[in-house]
Structure formats: C-alpha cells, structure tokens
C-alpha cells in the first residue's frame, strides 16, 4: 500500500466535473484506490462517494492505493490533482 | 470492508445545546423560557423524569441529562403547600441541570420559571403527551451522540429487512440495487452509509444528505430515484439486519456448500450476520440476493437448515458430510451449532 497527500488546487474543488474525472481514472487501475479527508474514507472510483467529501479547494486529501499497479495509479492520479483536473487554462 | 471511525475522539466532547431542539417540527415546542440560557449543553443521550426528585430524593438525579416535567412532575409540585413547593424547587433546580422540557403544553408556574433563571435552567414547552415526547426526544439524541461510521456499500430495505450489499468497486452492487428497486424493494443509501447505534443499541443505516435519493449507473450517469421510481422507491434510513458481500468468483477459493458456516461483520461493535456470495458471468444476483433474504427470515423464525434436514431424516449422518473433504477433518467443530 502506497499513500500520499496532496493539496486541491482547482478553483472549484472536488465538484461533480472532476469527481466523474477522478472516479473515471481510478477505474482503469486495478488497485484498490481511497481517499481520506478529515476523518472520511471513500473508494476513489465511486462518484457518490468522492462528492459526499465535498472537499474544496485548499484542503488537503490523502490519496491511498493498494495493488498490482498502485504506483501508477497513484503517479496518475496525482497528477491528475496537480493538472487541476484539466479544467483552467 | 471499509470501516472508518468519525468521531473516535473523547466521547465526553460531543454535546448538543439545547437550541437546537427548539427548531425541530418532531419535538413541537410552543414556548420557551429563560432564553438566556438555551446554550447550555447536554451531555448525555439519556433523558430524565426527575420524579421523586422533586421528593427531595436526589441520589440518583443526574445533571447532566435533560429533565423532563410530566403531568405526575407539574401535578406532585402543584399540590404541595407553597413553602415547601418553593424549597423542593429550589433543591432540584440547584443541580444545575441543563434544560427542562415540560410536556403536554402545561403551564409552568412563574416561581418555576424565576428559579431556573436562577441556577441558568432554560425550559422548553412541548405539545407532545409525555411517553411520545421522551421516545422522540430520546431517538434523537441517540442518533445524535452515537458514534457513526461510514461503510462503503448499498443498503436497501428488501422484505422488510435492513441488507447492506457490500463487494469491490465495479463488481455490480449498484446495478444489482437497480434491479432490486426495479423489484419494488427499497433503497436507502448508494455507495456510502452511515450507520449509528439507536436507543435499542443496534446499527441503522443511514443515507448522507448530499447524495441521497441518487444512484450511480455506469453509462447512465447518477440517476435520481425517487424521479424515476417514485417516493415508495426510497427510505431514509432502516435497522441493519444482514450483510451480503459480493466477490469475484475465486475458483480455488471454498464456498459455503451447505449452510453450515456462519460469518458475521462487525459493525459498530455490533456483529451482523454476513453472507458471502461470489460473483461469476451469468449468474442472477437479484434473484440470489433476495433468496438470501428470504432464507434469512426464516432462519430467524426458526426455520431448519439442510443440516437439520439431513439429520433429522437420517439420510446421513452429519459428522460423515464432511468425510471427502481435503483436509479429512472429522471433527467439525461449530456444524451442529446450526439448530
């Protein structure tokens, strides 16, 4: 198991838009991928549930992979944070 | 399985003050007096009829609780001669206790009122009848300072009975409740549930406001069900009763053959018998999943086991079942323990 934390950048924070992002690239790994925020724990590939955290930006997530290819979820994953989901120019 | 503690800190932080039962519609609060007061806290999820209290019998009285006046409080203070009344009144009310409820609309006398302004006791005025505004008043407070945890999984009302679906992410629990709400069972909550121990002491599910009512299909997006299948569709929250737990059909991997094993998730403390049921292409899983519930209502209401059936028929003994296992262990301890 693999973890790391990281800052929500996006203006926005984990709204409905990047939640469908973040849910729909941990599915394409094999891990099992959560998130912690405060003391929350929610499946990275469930929408509802990375939405019930209603994290915003500049809270800090905890992001949590255990598997065959955990380090390249966790390396895509992070980036896809620090990317602020693709969203702002 | 997915288990978090939400507030695993010092349970002696968590109160509640005592404003916020005034805005509840379920407690039906009138009147309120010494408003100065309502940020006291309660602290404790129990309630209290002070009763002989007021007798002067204080042992037992308990200042951290929410005192509730019934018609036998208001009516023993209401006959005693003046002095007295003012002295009992004055001993309670000295306890220092957060808040008093008076229930039935009763009126409060004004020396009632003067003395808890003066040891800083708001009182509350409910239209409730006494036993309705303790359940309501204690269901509250149950839910409100039980411990909570969030568990990932489906639950549903199916025949009455709390199941939690629970199994890895894209193994179909969504797509299965689907199905079952299709049924007509009921859904509580997709994906997250929040449970806490009621006044009962046993786990109820809860759905999490931000998403409740919607469900995640892939391919369809998060659908709204009360939209689609109506108000009958959807429950707020239900008493745990079960835990079914999907997984991918493992080959190698032994299954319960007989229904002789029994494993139990440990919710809150709580164990709640569990079913695993693994996954392969093909096979029905609402139709596995409601037979399961089935099996366990009659289960509970004593109903035989193949195990019992095979015994009581003697078409085998039930020591020799086992006997073209791998591990030739001929004592099975725990497969008589069915009945």
């Known amino acids: 198991m693999i973890k790391e934390t990281i800052e929500i950048t996006n203006k926005l924070g984990l709204h409905a838009r990047a939640a469908a992002k973040l849910s729909h690239l941990a599915n394409t790994f094999h891990a099992e991928i959560h998130l912690n925020y405060n003391t929350d724990r929610v499946d990275a590939k469930s929408l509802l549930g990375i939405l019930t955290l209603a994290a915003s930006v500049g809270n800090k997530i905890t992001i949590e992979a255990n598997g065959k290819d955990e380090k390249k979820a966790l390396g ?14 | 399985m997915n288990i978090r503690m939400m507030k695993d800190k010092d349970k002696d932080q968590v109160s509640i003050e005592i404003k ?18 309502l940020t006291n ?14 007798a002067g019998y204080l042992k ?27 002295a009992r009144l004055s001993n309670f009310m000295a306890a220092r206790i957060p808040g008093i409820i008076v229930s039935g609309n009763q ?20 239209n409730l009848r006494t036993s309705l505004l303790m359940s309501r008043i204690s269901t509250f407070l149950y839910r409100f300072f039980s411990q909570k945890i ?7 009302d199916i025949m009455g009975q709390g199941i939690l679906i629970q199994g890895q992410s894209g193994i179909g629990k969504s797509e299965t409740a689907l199905e079952l709400i299709n049924k007509g069972h009921r859904l509580i909550s997709d994906d997250l549930v929040e449970f806490y121990l009621d006044s009962n002491d046993e786990p109820v599910g809860r759905s999490i406001e931000k998403i409740r009512n919607w469900l995640e299909v892939r391919g369809l997006g998060v659908i709204n069900i009360v939209d689609i299948f109506g ?26 053959r007989l229904g002789a094993e029994n494993l139990y998730a440990p919710i809150l403390g709580k164990d709640i018998l569990m079913f695993n049921l693994p996954v392969a292409l093909g096979r029905n899983l609402s139709i596995l999943i409601e037979a399961a519930v089935k099996y366990y209502i009659s289960r509970k209401n004593g109903g035989r086991s193949f195990i019992d059936h095979l015994n009581k028929n003697k078409i085998i003994e039930s020591k020799n079942i086992y006997n073209d296992d791998d591990n030739n262990n001929k004592e099975q301890p725990g497969i008589m323990e069915e009945k």
């Open chain 1, 76 to 89: 895509e994953i992070v980036a896809l944070f620090k990317a602020k989901f693709n969203e702002e120019s």
């Open chain 2, 20 to 37: 916020e039962l005034i805005g509840h519609n379920d407690f039906e609060i009138l009147k309120v007096y010494n408003e100065k007061w």
């Open chain 2, 41 to 54: 806290k309660v602290l404790h999820p129990r309630i209290q009829k002070p009763g002989l209290a007021l």
């Open chain 2, 60 to 86: 037992y009285l308990d200042k951290d609780r929410l005192q509730i006046f019934g018609n036998t409080e208001m009516g023993y203070l209401k006959h005693l001669p003046r002095p007295e009344f003012e």
């Open chain 2, 107 to 126: 009126e409060v006398d004004a020396y009632i009122i003067d003395s808890a302004n003066k040891y800083k006791t708001p009182i509350l005025v409910s």
């Open chain 2, 150 to 156: 969030r568990i990932n999984g489906v639950l549903m």
């Open chain 2, 231 to 256: 108000v009958g569709a959807v429950l707020e929250e239900k008493k745990l009763d079960l835990v079914i737990n999907l997984e991918k059909w493992d080959p190698k991997k032994k299954y319960d």
